[in-house]
């Protein structure tokens, strides 16, 4: 019974080692995947996906882009892939805070020649730039080679994605209008506002900068270079001033007719100071007559718009905030 019961631990103990058995060095896995299909890729923006799975294959491995098919035609369309064009990368990390010109933001890029989608070498990822605008819409999927230091194999049709229509600029919140009492700002009066009150357009691939106009219910610019426009205080007591787009521009320019504010990178902004992706502005009470329907006698209140953007791609855009109910009165 003893002699039994060794034995039967000497077999337990040599299937435990079987099951334990290291992987051999060079060992490449015939399942190696990625676990999203297909991945989706927005045109125009920069975009990185997770990495390959690697199945426990040994590392490091060394993948390469091979051939790239459209899905719904099984057409070889690799010569798309492969082209490239002109696009500027960083050669440093970017801060915000320190880069605040065009000049020390250009002094950390370079113009490089770069297809519009790449596989990372090492980890299998899929990364995308803007360039990718050239490229048309579609449904692809891929062959990669995938090699470490023994062995080197070719995978038909690992990958899938699918190149997305984007919008070049998002708005992400409802334009808003509120007419805050001079004196005693906690007597406020919501003026109706929706989405028809902000017209934004990419008006330009070139140039970054945004040009913002306040319109009132008749299509007049109201002026910010003679003060009719303003920076937005916090409510209550706690000072300072609610987010403009002036915060985050790397240059402000006041006009007869509008604001341009000049940006170096993109997406723009690349973070939010705090409540959303949203600038607030006053129009002083004396620049403002509000609709007789709103009860509100002139030169007592002031009219406080709110509009909402942020960009994906480069170019100049133009936002036009449309203030309804308002009639602008001119500077005296």
């Known amino acids: 019974m003893k002699k039994t019961l060794l034995y039967s631990l000497g077999f337990i103990l040599a299937l435990g080692f079987a099951g334990c058995k290291k992987i051999p060095d060079g060992n490449l896995s ?44 099984g057409k070889d369309v690799t010569d798309l892939f492969t082209k490239t064009y002109k696009h500027k990368v960083w050669t440093a990390l970017y801060d915000p805070k320190v880069d605040t010109t065009i000049a020390l933001i250009e002094a950390k890029r370079k113009e490089v020649d770069i297809t519009p989608i790449s596989i990372n070498p090492a980890s299998g990822q899929i990364e995308a730039n803007y360039t990718t605008v050239n490229l048309p819409l579609g449904k692809y999927k891929f062959d990669l080679e995938i090699g470490n230091a023994v062995e080197t194999r070719v995978y038909k049709g690992v990958g899938e994605f699918d190149l997305i229509d984007a919008p070049f600029f998002v708005v992400d919140a409802v334009r808003s209008t509120v007419a805050m009492k001079v ?68 240059d402000t320019h006041l006009f007869d007719d509008r604001m341009e504010f000049d940006f170096g990178v993109v997406p723009f902004p690349l973070n939010s100071l705090g409540n959303g992706f949203n600038y607030y502005y006053r129009i002083p009470a004396p620049y403002v007559e509000f609709d007789p329907s709103l009860e509100l006698p002139y030169n007592t209140y002031s009219c406080n718009a709110r509009f909402n953007v942020r960009v994906f791609a480069p170019g100049t855009y133009q936002v036009d905030v449309i203030v309804p109910l308002v009639t602008r009165v001119p500077k005296k």
Do not use: C, W
Not at 37 to 45: D, K, S, T, V, Y
Not at 193 to 200: R, Y
């Open 30 to 73: 015939n399942i190696i995947r990625y676990e999203e299909l297909p991945i989706e890729i927005p045109q125009g923006r920069d975009f990185v996906s997770t990495a390959i799975n690697p199945e426990g294959s040994t590392k490091p491995l060394k993948i390469k882009l091979l051939n790239v098919y459209d899905r719904e035609t």
């Open 183 to 250: 004196g005693e700002e906690t007597k406020t009066k919501t003026i109706p506002s929706n989405a028809s009150h902000q017209v934004t357009k990419r008006i330009s691939e070139t140039g970054n900068k945004i040009i913002v106009r306040f319109l009132d219910q008749n299509g007049k610019p109201f002026n910010p270079k003679a003060g009719e426009l303003a920076r937005r205080p916090n409510s209550g007591n706690q000072g300072g001033f609610l987010q403009t787009m002036q915060d985050y521009a790397l």
